[in-house]
Structure formats: C-alpha cells, structure tokens
C-alpha cells in the first residue's frame, strides 16, 4: 500500500475533457437511437393487414446514412476517451470509465 502524499487537488483539465466527451457520446448516441427508429422498416402488425394500411417495408436512405455516421462518430469518441484514459491513469485507485465501454 501507498503511503505518500496524495498531490491531487481534484479534476484536472484533461479529466473534464473526459467526461465532456463522454456526455457528447452520449448526446450521439440518444441521437442514434432516434434515427434509428424514424429510418427503420415499420412494423407489420396483424391490422395493417386486415384494414390496408400501406406499410414502409425499406429502410430510409438518408436517415440510414446518417445513421451510420452518428455511431461511426460515437465509436471514434469511445475509442479516444478509452485510449487517453488508458494512457493518463497511473494508479490502481484510477476510475476505469466503464461507462465509456458501454
């Protein structure tokens, strides 16, 4: 165990970058989750069949290639902050950001 002198005084600059970055991810992420839904298929239930309700059964194009921009994006960010995480921690006490993994 370490007995010296903790010279941390609280997060410093590079830390509130991190945790920026992990917010944006997330922003990307929620934004994601919305292109996804307005760019998927619909879903065929039993009463668009029975009452002729056309159902969309392609995805959107533009939705689709934005879609995969936004989770490209989102990679690039979770691979950043896990690498400058990776490099800046020293200690075994050091947060691990599981968060960014997810």
């Known amino acids: ?3 010296g002198k903790n ?11 991190l945790n920026v970055l992990n ?6 992420f929620v934004a994601a989750l919305g ?3 307005y ?3 619909e879903v065929f239930y039993l009463t668009a069949m029975f009452h002729d309700v056309p159902v969309r059964t392609v ?3 533009s939705l689709k290639h934005w879609l995969l921009i936004t989770l490209y ?3 690039a960010i979770s691979m950043l902050t896990l690498f400058i ?3 800046r921690s020293k200690r075994a006490s050091d947060h691990r950001r599981y968060n960014l993994v997810f």
């Open 85 to 87: 995480n990776q490099r």
């Open 7 to 17: 010279r941390r005084k609280g997060p410093d600059n590079l830390s509130i970058m």
């Open 35 to 37: 292109l996804f839904h």
């Open 1 to 3: 165990m370490w007995d």
């Open 23 to 28: 917010l944006i991810s997330w922003m990307v």
């Open 73 to 75: 994006f989102n990679v």
């Open 59 to 61: 995805w959107v194009a």
């Open 39 to 41: 760019a998927r298929p």
